[in-house]
């Protein structure tokens, strides 16, 4: 019997990204293939994003690019899994002709669907788990650089901001089983990996309390414990649990990267409330003057909307300030996009014009330009420590890695590889890079 081969491509987060590995390795347990090029593909798998309108738009792009392959080969599968698949399942079976949708959880189910879907020519899987965690599955790389590496440590979400689907396309809250976390790092740490990032909706949430407690510091504490050249970082962070427990002991282990992502979305106290983020201005900037404390060089990164539901011009003015009495490092900065099914979408009002969404958006990018380059500026004529991930996009004369502020530096290559630790002097930067030199 042949062996049939699939494409996987990923689109969003890198929740997104872990969840490919994980699916990979549940084929490939199951005799499948996977092929890195569509063109050998028997069936085609877009792991999909449904968090803003654009990730939506360019699945739905890339499936008008498929029909062609389609029409050349009658039995190539199309299949849409992952969070646009729990939340459009009839439009894409009705509207988009695709052959699969499966959601998040069900990953498992799709041998099983293969199989069967000689009789129906259309499946779908899309029941979400209260349990489920794939935390038996060992996740098979697709696109990793061999240094740096995703572990989701939970899934879902039980925050319920109100612009957002997560808990209705990835379902509730729940801890993996931190045996296999720690297992799965110290696997990689074996073959050759120098970096990981725990991950999850909401990371800093963890909470193992089964046959015993342990919760995120404990288990961030445990997967630095397994080599001090293992780096360890963890994304994404809700303010509400950013704990002092958590700040020291991040000041006190070197390998715990001093770098802190901490969405806050809005300055303004009125849209926070809207947005059922759960804390004030006042009480986020608590938090920043917390990190500070216990880690004074801590670089923070941060989330921004802009243009939520009723947002009017002091709303915005507010984000602004907030921004630059926080100094942030880096942000990741959208406009509003409102998404069927959510809060926002069903109680309230999307009246910002897109054009003055997008006005203030730009306002937004400037002023972290200015910003994240303030901050990279400080670093010129200090050496750090750079863990190398692969060489420049530009030339391979040159090599990029990061900082344990997450700051990416590009540096001359002089003989060393990808997974090394190099000590860089840095001599001048953009607002995004570093640019340096290999000292001893």
Not at 126 to 151: H, M, Q, R, W
Request: charged share 25%; proline share 3%.
């Amino acid at each position: 019997m042949k062996t049939l081969n699939i494409y996987i491509e990923t689109f969003g987060c890198q929740m997104n990204l872990a969840d490919s590995d994980i699916l990979a390795a549940i084929m490939i347990n199951n005799n499948y293939g996977i092929v890195q090029d569509v063109k050998h593909a028997d069936i085609i798998l877009l792991n999909t994003c449904s968090i803003r309108d654009n990730a939506e738009q360019r699945v739905k792009k890339r499936l008008k690019e498929f029909k062609s392959l389609k029409k050349r080969n009658k039995d190539l599968l199309i299949g849409i899994i992952g969070c646009m698949a729990e939340r459009l399942r009839d439009t894409l079976i009705t509207e988009e002709n695709v052959d699969i949708v499966v959601g998040p959880d069900a990953y498992r189910s799709l041998p099983n669907l293969f199989n069967s879907i000689e009789d129906s020519k259309r499946v779908v899987n899309v029941e979400l788990s209260e349990t489920e965690t794939y935390d038996d599955i060992n996740p098979v790389k697709l696109n990793s650089n061999g240094v740096c590496a995703f572990i989701p440590i939970m899934r879902g979400c039980s925050n319920y901001c109100s612009y957002c689907v997560v808990p209705y396309t990835r379902g509730v809250e729940r801890s993996r089983n931190p045996e296999s976390i720690i297992k799965e790092a110290e696997e990689l740490f074996k073959n050759g990996y120098r970096e990981v990032t725990l991950i999850g909706q909401n990371v800093n949430s963890y909470m193992w309390n089964n046959s015993y407690m342990l919760d995120f510091p404990d288990l961030l504490k445990a997967i630095a414990s397994i080599n001090p050249l293992l780096r360890v970082r963890f994304a994404t962070s809700h303010p509400k649990d950013i704990s002092d427990k958590l700040l020291l002991l991040i000041a006190e282990k070197p390998n715990i990267c001093k770098s802190i992502h901490l969405p806050v979305q809005s300055g303004s106290n009125r849209i926070l409330k809207l947005m059922n983020r759960k804390y004030t201005r006042e009480w986020y900037s608590e938090k920043i003057l917390s990190i500070r404390k216990f880690i004074p060089d801590c670089s923070i990164t941060t989330d921004i909307i802009t243009g939520f539901c009723t947002e009017t011009e002091q709303d915005h003015i507010d984000t602004l300030s907030l921004m630059k009495w926080a100094k942030f490092d880096a942000a990741f900065m959208f406009m509003y996009s409102e998404r069927a099914g959510t809060y926002a979408a069903e109680y309230l009002t999307d009246n910002v014009p897109k054009s003055l969404k997008i006005k203030r958006l730009n306002e937004i990018i400037l002023l972290q330009r200015e910003l994240s380059l303030q901050s990279n500026k400080k670093e010129i004529g200090k050496v750090q420590q750079v863990l190398i991930e692969g060489y420049s996009k530009r030339s391979n004369d040159f090599l990029s890695g990061r900082t344990t502020y997450n700051k990416v530096v590009v540096f001359p290559a002089k003989n060393k590889k990808p997974g090394q630790y190099v000590n860089v002097l840095i001599s001048k930067c953009t607002s995004a890079t570093l640019i340096g030199e290999i000292v001893d």
